[in-house]
């Protein structure tokens, strides 16, 4: 988490650098800016990662709890 952390503000302070010229507190803004937009989304990242290996988990085991439950009957 530190790396994305440390990479999103340098991308963001050379990004800024590029439309801002001699407004340093604008920087750190946009900078600041930048970096929220991608926490968010390498969390949503990891969320839907989450519950896409939970469903392919419950795909695979699906058919052997059927095939356990007939056998009890």
């Given at each position: 988490m530190f790396a994305?952390?440390?990479a999103t503000r340098t991308l963001?302070?050379?990004v800024v650098g590029f439309f801002v010229h001699g407004l340093l507190d604008m920087t750190y803004v946009i900078q600041i800016f930048f970096s929220l937009i991608?926490?968010?989304l390498?969390?949503?990242?990891?969320?839907s990662l989450t519950f896409l290996l939970l469903g392919i988990v419950l795909m695979l085991l699906a058919p052997l709890l059927i095939l356990?439950?007939?056998?009890?009957t």
């Amino acid at each position: 988490m530190f790396a994305v952390a440390e990479a999103t503000r340098t991308l963001g302070a050379v990004v800024v650098g590029f439309f801002v010229h001699g407004l340093l507190d604008m920087t750190y803004v946009i900078q600041i800016f930048f970096s929220l937009i991608v926490i968010i989304l390498i969390d949503w990242l990891v969320f839907s990662l989450t519950f896409l290996l939970l469903g392919i988990v419950l795909m695979l085991l699906a058919p052997l709890l059927i095939l356990k439950r007939n056998d009890l009957t």
